[in-house]
């Protein structure tokens, strides 16, 4: 949503009581790292309402988007408050080693690599590959990945996205950025053609900026792990007792209450 060693030393005691599960840590807060920047799963506002959580350490700054819905059901579920901690993607991982945080939700995926020092719930959402292009481009009515070829192709360094985008034959690769959010800024520059996300982002990103387009393919990326097109959280290697937990508060939020949160932060994403 992964290096092999155990941190269960690094992170309090889970308790699970009969019935109802109850995970108690230390003063009873669940600490979540995700980037709050990457719209429509997480970014930063600067006002608090009904569904945002104050960013630890960072005054007058809050967290929304869908994980941050996702997170305040999970807490609500296990009776635990929330602290969101707003880490830069390449040190999430980290942070999960070192126990500054319980738990990743941040629109990540499972990969191999990530499973040899994270643990991962079961997903909590599962979209689709698409592009984001001018909409004025030729590239908008593409409905192959290989109607990109020759065209310069850019999306989020260490994302899977960006790791498929040399499928594309004779595709000009474009170095990864920091941010999804900085590679629809390369295609409104024109210093990109085409960004390569997931059908969410995508939404958020030409909502805000409505001189961009989705393309939808009809000939896709191939080889890519179904648990590459989803998204689930990530706990700490070994911490069985908190992923089952996790996993259990999971099965309370219906496909109908997730899409509706994610219809929701899109709809904020665009005017925030």
């Not at 309090?12 to 230390?26: A, E, H, K, M, P």
């Not at 996790?246 to 219906?254: F, H, K």
Request: hydrophobic share 45%; net charge negative; with cysteine.
């Amino acid at each position: 949503m992964r290096f092999k060693k155990s941190l269960l030393a690094l992170l309090s005691v889970v308790f699970l009581t009969t019935g109802c599960s109850t995970v108690n840590f230390d003063n009873s807060k669940l600490i979540v790292g995700l980037e709050c920047d990457y719209a429509p799963f997480n970014w930063t506002a600067t006002a608090s309402t009904s569904e945002t959580l104050p960013i630890d350490g960072l005054s007058g700054q809050y967290a929304d988007g869908y994980d941050i819905q996702v997170a305040k059901f999970i807490a609500d579920q296990l009776g635990v408050q929330v602290v969101i901690k707003k880490l830069a993607w390449g040190a999430l991982l980290p942070a999960i080693q070192t126990g500054d945080i319980n738990a990743i939700i941040a629109g990540m995926s499972y990969t191999e690599e990530r499973d040899q020092s994270v643990d991962f719930t079961s997903a909590y959402y599962t979209s689709d590959i698409v592009a984001v292009v001018q909409a004025s481009s030729p590239l908008a009515s593409a409905t192959s990945i290989q109607d990109l070829s020759g065209y310069k192709v850019i999306s989020q360094l260490g994302t899977i996205q960006d790791t498929i985008i040399d499928q594309i034959d004779g595709v000009v690769h474009q170095t990864g950025s920091e941010t999804f959010n900085t590679a629809a800024l390369s295609v409104l520059a024109g210093d990109s053609d085409a960004l390569i996300a997931e059908y969410p982002v995508a939404r958020a990103i030409v909502n805000a900026n409505p001189s961009l387009a989705i393309v939808q393919f009809t000939i896709g990326f191939t080889g890519i792990d179904e648990n590459a097109l989803s998204v689930a959280v990530a706990v700490a290697e070994g911490n069985s007792e908190l992923q089952t937990s996790i996993n259990e508060a999971l099965l309370a939020l219906s496909s109908a209450e997730r899409q509706s949160m994610m219809d929701g932060a899109i709809a904020r994403s665009a005017i925030d």
